[in-house]
């Protein structure tokens, strides 16, 4: 919001400056209050600045919730889980400061600013709250923007696919026939029936590094259709081969693994760090609560215990092999620390 239009426009050293108008659900009254507002009076200083200036009427909460997500607001002080906590404030106190304003209550005004702080943009004023992780701030501007901005949500993943993949998608090369095994996130799915009746897809994977089309055959696809759900991170094995037609390559699925799949398929074990001097008291119990939900997998959990006198590996039962999903290493992670917890291939 302090640097961009409607329209794209070029900076003076070349970069790309985004559209508002690009952005979904933000509406041109919207940026032209916006925009008109910065160019007379200067840059927006905080969010309580910038909701003070700027029309609510046209830039409502639901305009503003969405300027949030994009990352618009980025450069207004606080981070985007923060700004999102805090509209609510800003905007109630702006439109206290119009309607005073239309009353002639300037000195009212003037004392209640000076008690929320909305000249100094303090951070004291904002309602802190933990940043947002990846795919949350990540969500938010595919949703908006219509692409991913700042990151990639397979970015968090690339050190365990490194483990597995055979190649990053721009470094596949036409050749002979080969199996190759490969990831990305599903960003399109076309379905049709083939010549039998049969229900087979194809599907465009992007890594970040390039995009790929490969098909999925009627066989495969009743098999694994489950896992192709847009955005989301799969890993595929199958066989590459030359596309006379094009000059290029083709691929064919024949597995298909969600991430969590792909770490019991690759995966030798979890280990977990455990120090007597260090953890809370009721670290096993909890240990316990965790596992629970993710029994009858099929990764090994080893437990690398240390006290004052001795260090040992206690390597769990086989009823507490786990299925090691996102969600299940969040926990882990969170109990242990991050760098206590990894996943040895």
């Known amino acids: 919001v302090n640097h961009c239009k409607y329209e794209f426009t070029v900076s003076d050293d070349d970069s790309i400056i985004y559209g508002l108008g690009a952005i979904k659900g933000v509406g041109a009254a919207a940026i032209e209050s916006i925009v008109e507002s910065r160019d007379k009076d200067g840059a927006y200083k905080s969010l309580f600045d910038f909701c003070q200036r700027i029309d609510l009427r046209k830039a409502n909460r639901r305009v503003l919730d969405t300027l ?50 909305t000249p100094g943009h303090s951070d004291e004023y904002y309602i802190t709250q933990a940043e947002w992780d990846d795919e949350v701030r990540l969500t938010g501007e595919k949703e908006t923007l219509g692409l991913y901005l700042t990151g990639h949500p397979i970015d968090r993943y690339e050190s365990e696919l490194k483990q597995f993949i055979s190649s990053r998608l721009n470094k596949l090369q036409p050749g002979r ?42 066989e495969v696809y009743s098999h694994y259709g489950e ?32 991430i969590a799949q792909a770490r019991e398929m690759y995966a030798k074990r ?4 455990f120090d007597a001097s ?54 882990i992670k969170a109990l242990s620390g991050e760098s206590d917890v990894r996943i040895v291939y």
């Open 68 to 117: 949030v997500r994009a990352g618009a607001l980025d450069q207004l002080g606080a981070g985007r889980s923060t700004l999102m906590a805090t509209l609510t404030k800003a905007i109630k106190l702006a439109e206290q400061t119009q309607k005073n304003n239309d009353m002639g209550q300037t000195d009212l005004f003037g004392n209640m600013v000076k008690e929320e702080g």
């Open 177 to 218: 026939d080969q199996n190759v095994t490969i990831a990305g996130l599903v960003v399109d799915i076309r379905t049709r029936n083939s010549r039998k009746g049969d229900r087979m897809a194809f599907i465009v994977l992007d890594d970040r590094t390039s995009r790929f089309e490969l098909a999925v055959f009627p």
């Open 270 to 273: 979890i280990e977990v760090e």
């Open 278 to 331: 260090k953890q809370r008291d009721d670290f096993l119990p909890m240990l316990k609560k965790t596992l629970d939900p993710f029994r009858e997998g099929i990764c090994p959990v080893n437990i690398n215990y240390q006290n004052e006198n001795a260090r040992a590996r206690l390597v769990l039962g086989a009823n507490w092999r786990v299925t090691p999903t996102d969600e299940f290493i969040q926990r």
């Open 227 to 258: 896992l192709i759900i847009k955005d989301q991170l799969i890993v595929v094995s199958g066989s590459i081969s030359v596309d006379d037609y094009s000059g290029g390559f083709k691929m064919s699925a024949e597995k298909i693994y969600n």
